[in-house]
């Protein structure tokens, strides 16, 4: 059979394209690394091909002609030793020795794979025409029956799998049977009506992907406008207040030195008039001591007299009163500006989804709830527009048939449906309650209707023990505390719930993260009373 320009250029050592090519006297070539490998691997020097010994060491010569033939191969790009040699993911060639090559088409009646060289009796003797070509195969096997040893090409719709012939005769007599083949073009044609849905779905999916994405940019470029903006106004304000400050700076300077040249002129008059008292007491201590009465009496007369300006006392000032009221205004200034801050990041904060933490942020999002009768068991009696619940224990006058009515546990749930951000309280007047969210479509009857006990609600209880919370049927104690107030925080895009006891703080009782797929009701499972407090 012919061969490929490859295979006669590769080595038989290492499979390989010839590299340094060296020729041995018996005509075979190889690979200088490779021979020189073999010989010192089995310490005689032997063709690996032919097995001819040669005695001394043949001196061995790189073959220029192979070695450009090589080169010439590599040059035109075909290496098709490397293309087709099986790799470990590849049907390998079952009848190829040394290094096998990819397997062209497998045979279902030989159980054989065969390479492009292998396969050509299968192509041209006539012996072959009625065997069964397929593409390459590792699972040959599995298309033989193991009971007869014969190709499964029938298939029993009636058990639903592939048999062979004698299967049909024997374990599937009188079964609805088919040929493979007519099995697989029926198959086929839902496989296409499968993979058609299949492309319909991820058509609309990489278009909701599409719109994520955007979603995506929008947020991060609405966030990122938002920063900007905010960085330009604080430091616009940080900037002005600094200016403010210079100024304040400046005037006060400014008064300081207005108040400080009236005191130096003060200070100036009193130094003046300081001097001229000691003049006038240096003149009567020097009159008092002269001898001549005539003297001291024509002198007394004009010495002692001492102005009224001079003895009259003065108004002491005290100019920093001024500057006092100064700081005390600056103080009071940044105490507003403080509150106004504080009160500025608290708004920002709760848009950003931040939880509360007053009573006062959680009232922000305070929301009226109403019952709804259509809902209410028919031993609940409803009140005050429908926002205080009672248990009467007994049963009303039957009530109109409803499909939205709870008919074996006494549970109510809110007429409207709650998304975004919510708040709402719940006085207890007496008895166990649990204070629960529930999708609307939770059931009405049965076991799966008490809120908690299904994937469709979320309960806070409170009983003789304290309190626990309720999801799914898994019970969580949560405290011992029986609080009289429950308030309730919703934020249903964030997938946030929250329980706390009202009195004068406001204490968490649990938190659930998680994900709502629907709208929510308030809802309440009543043993005595409870009513939905008024907040707005």
């Known amino acids: 059979m012919e061969k490929t320009s490859a295979e006669v250029l590769s080595c038989s050592i290492c499979l390989e394209l010839l590299k340094d090519p060296v020729t041995l006297p018996c005509g075979h070539s190889f690979c200088q690394v490779c021979v020189d490998g073999y010989w010192e691997e089995k310490n005689i020097y032997q063709c690996p091909q032919c097995r001819q010994t040669f005695t001394p060491r043949p001196l061995l010569q790189k073959n220029v002609m192979l070695a450009e033939l090589v080169e010439e191969l590599k040059k035109t790009g075909h290496q098709a030793a490397d293309l087709c040699y099986a790799g470990p993911e590849d049907v390998a060639c079952d009848s ?15 159980l054989t794979s065969y390479c492009e060289q292998h396969l050509q009796p299968h192509l041209e003797a006539p012996a072959f025409t009625r065997h069964h070509l397929v593409q390459p195969s590792k699972q040959l096997q599995e298309i033989i029956c193991p009971q007869h040893d014969k ?4 298939f029993c719709r009636t058990d639903q799998q592939v048999i062979c012939l004698l299967c049909v005769v024997d374990q599937h007599k009188d079964h609805h049977i088919v040929s493979a083949a007519a099995e697989r073009r029926e198959r086929e ?8 849905r299949i492309q319909q779905r991820i058509q609309e999916r990489e278009e909701e992907l599409k719109l994520l994405q955007q979603e995506q940019k929008t947020i991060r470029d609405s966030a990122d406008k938002a920063v900007k903006e905010t960085r330009k106004n604080l ?9 403010r400050m210079s100024d304040v700076e400046q005037q006060i300077r400014s008064r300081q030195e207005t108040e400080a040249a009236g005191v130096r002129g003060l200070q100036e008059q009193l130094e003046q008039e300081i001097a001229e008292l000691k003049k006038k007491d240096a003149e009567l201590q020097q009159l008092s001591l002269t001898d001549s009465y005539l003297v001291f009496l024509q002198n007394w007369s004009s010495l002692s007299e001492v102005s009224e300006d001079t003895l009259s006392s003065r108004t002491h000032v005290r100019p920093h009163c001024c500057f006092e009221e100064v700081s005390a205004a600056v103080s009071a200034s940044r105490e507003r500006l403080q509150d106004l801050l504080r009160d500025t990041c608290t708004n920002i904060s709760l848009m950003l989804g931040a939880e509360p933490k007053t009573r006062a942020e959680f009232l922000r999002f305070s929301r009226d709830i109403t019952l709804d009768p259509n809902t209410a068991h028919s031993r609940l009696l409803l009140s005050e527009g429908n926002r205080k619940v009672r248990n009467i224990g007994k049963d009303q006058s039957p009530p109109p048939h ?7 546990y006494p549970q109510v749930l809110s007429k ?4 975004g951000r919510c708040y709402w309280e719940v006085e207890r007047r007496g008895g166990a309650i649990h204070v629960a969210v529930s999708y609307k479509n939770i059931s009405r009857s049965g076991g799966e209707s008490i809120f908690g006990c299904n994937d469709k609600s979320w309960s806070l209880s409170y009983h003789s023990s304290g ?10 104690k949560v405290s011992s505390v029986r609080p009289s107030r429950v308030g309730v925080y919703l934020d249903h895009s964030a997938g946030l719930l929250s329980f706390y006891s009202v009195s004068g703080t406001m204490t968490l009782l649990h938190r659930v993260h998680t994900t709502f797929t629907q709208p929510l009701h308030a809802g309440v499972w009543v043993w005595a009373s409870c009513e939905f407090l008024k907040l707005n």
């Open 402 to 408: 409803h499909p939205d009515r709870f008919t074996r």
């Open 416 to 419: 409207e449906p709650l998304t």
């Open 96 to 110: 190829c020795t040394g290094r096998k090559l990819k397997a062209l088409k497998s045979c279902l009646v030989c």
């Open 151 to 154: 190709v499964k090409e029938m």
């Open 235 to 243: 430091k616009q304000l940080i900037q002005n207040l600094q200016r």
């Open 189 to 196: 044609k839902d496989v296409d009506q499968s993979r058609g």
């Open 467 to 476: 309190c626990s919370f309720t999801q799914n049927s898994i019970i969580t």
